[in-house]
C-alpha cells in the first residue's frame, strides 16, 4: 500500500482568504488537528490548530498575518510504514501528498492509516494474542509458527519489538483462536516464555491501543 492508495476524499484543503474560525469548524467536525493550506495546486504548508488560536484573531482571513508554516509530505509512491513514520516523527493528525511536480493531491488520514494497518494485520479478525519473550539469537518464525500450526491454529500477524538495551525480543502473535491454553502450553514446553495472552474483547482493544502507540514510537527515527 503506497500514499496514492490512502488520500482522503472528504478532507478540504484551506486558501489563504479562508478564516482562521473556518479552519477551526472543519478541524472540530474531522477530528483533525491539522490542515493544508493550497494556492491552486501549490502547497503553502500545513497550519495547526495551535497556529490559529496563537493568532488570537479567528474571524481575518489566514493570509492576513505572517506565518511559520512547515511542509512535510510523502509523494504518491511512499509507502505506508515511511507514510507512518512521518505522521509519529512530527505528530501529525494529517499528511499531505504530493505529485512529482510538488502539485498538492491531498491529505492522508492519520485514523484511516490506524484502521488499513488493522485490516492487514488481522488485527480486526477474531482470534486471540500471544506475547513471547525470546532471546535474538533463539528467534525463528519458523519453528513459532509451527509450534501454533500444531496446535491446529494459525498465525494471522506477527511482529518484533526490542527491548531496548537488552538481547531480548518481544513476539506478539495474533492468532485465529481463542483457545490458547494448549498453544501457551507447547510453547512453555520448548521453552518459551509467554509474558502474556489475550482474549476478552476489552482487553484486546486495549492491548492493540498499546501496541500501535509503541509501533508509532519505534518508527519515529
Do not use: C
Not at 467536525?29 to 493550506?37: A, C, E, K, V, W
Not at 493528525?93 to 492519520?110: A, C, N, R, T, Y
Amino acid at each position: 500500500m503506497v500514499a496514492k492508495d490512502l488520500i482522503s476524499e472528504v478532507i478540504p484543503s484551506l486558501k489563504t482568504s479562508d478564516t482562521g474560525q473556518t479552519a477551526l469548524n472543519w478541524m472540530e467536525i474531522f477530528r483533525i488537528s491539522h490542515l493544508p493550506i493550497v494556492n491552486n495546486q501549490d502547497f503553502l504548508g500545513l497550519i495547526s490548530d495551535v497556529d490559529i488560536y496563537d493568532i488570537n484573531q479567528p474571524d481575518e482571513p489566514i493570509g492576513n498575518h505572517p506565518l511559520t508554516l512547515f511542509k512535510p509530505y510523502v509523494d504518491l509512491e511512499t509507502h505506508i510504514f515511511d507514510v507512518i513514520g512521518i505522521a509519529s516523527k512530527m505528530n501529525l493528525s494529517v499528511v499531505p501528498v504530493l505529485d512529482e511536480k510538488m502539485h498538492f493531491k491531498g491529505v492522508i488520514l492519520v485514523s484511516d492509516i490506524v484502521g488499513y494497518l488493522a485490516r492487514i494485520s488481522g488485527l480486526d479478525l477474531p482470534g486471540g494474542i500471544i506475547v513471547l519473550d525470546v532471546l535474538e539469537r533463539d528467534y525463528s518464525l519458523a519453528q513459532i509458527s509451527q509450534i501454533v500450526e500444531s496446535n491446529n491454529a494459525r498465525v494471522l500477524s506477527s511482529y518484533i519489538t526490542s527491548i531496548s538495551e537488552s538481547t531480548r525480543l518481544q513476539i506478539t502473535l495474533k492468532v485465529n483462536t481463542t483457545s490458547l491454553s494448549s498453544i501457551i502450553r507447547t510453547f512453555e514446553r520448548y521453552g518459551y516464555e509467554v509474558k502474556t495472552w489475550l482474549t476478552e474483547d476489552e482487553s484486546l482493544n486495549r492491548f492493540y491501543s498499546d501496541r500501535f502507540d509503541m509501533f508509532m514510537k519505534y518508527l519515529d527515527i
